[in-house]
């Protein structure tokens, strides 16, 4: 019999801790052997949360902080595109469930209009693109 599905709020959930260790091959802007970060979902969700209303990071930038944050050289960027879909999905099912939107995780903080993620979320992305513009971020 076939698991049931996790949701991505379960997802969220996760005991993993962030590793730092040598990136094996390069990949994505990294060369092999640099001290890369390799974050949670509890990890991206906390960063996420600590970004101030009314300001925004973009995806490296959100990164490059991350890995300064934990004496790394750089942030895994596949894990981080993954992980920021999980926070989304599961920030967007905590809304809909009835969370108030100020105890959301603020993912349009970090996601614009261009960021590869936009295009994979269960809902309409123009949700977070209106929650930009809310607060004030253009970019």
């Avoid at 809902?123 to 930009?132: K, T």
Wanted: aromatic residues 6%.
């Amino acid at each position: 019999m076939a698991k049931p599905k996790k949701s991505w709020a379960e997802k969220m959930q996760s005991d993993k801790l962030p590793v730092v260790k040598p990136a094996p091959i390069d990949i994505a802007g990294m060369k092999a052997g640099q001290i890369m970060l390799v974050p949670t979902a509890k990890l991206i969700d906390a960063a996420v949360r600590a970004i101030p209303e009314g300001q925004s990071l973009s995806i490296p930038a959100f990164r490059t902080q991350l890995a300064k944050q934990h004496q790394a050289e750089v942030c895994c960027p596949i894990t981080t595109g993954i992980l920021l879909r999980i926070v989304a999905e599961a920030a967007f099912e905590n809304y809909e469930a009835g969370t108030d939107l100020a105890d959301v995780t603020p993912v349009w903080r970090v996601l614009d209009r261009d960021a590869p993620t936009m295009k994979k979320l269960s809902y309409d992305p123009e949700f977070l693109l209106e929650l930009r513009s809310q607060e004030g971020i253009t970019s």
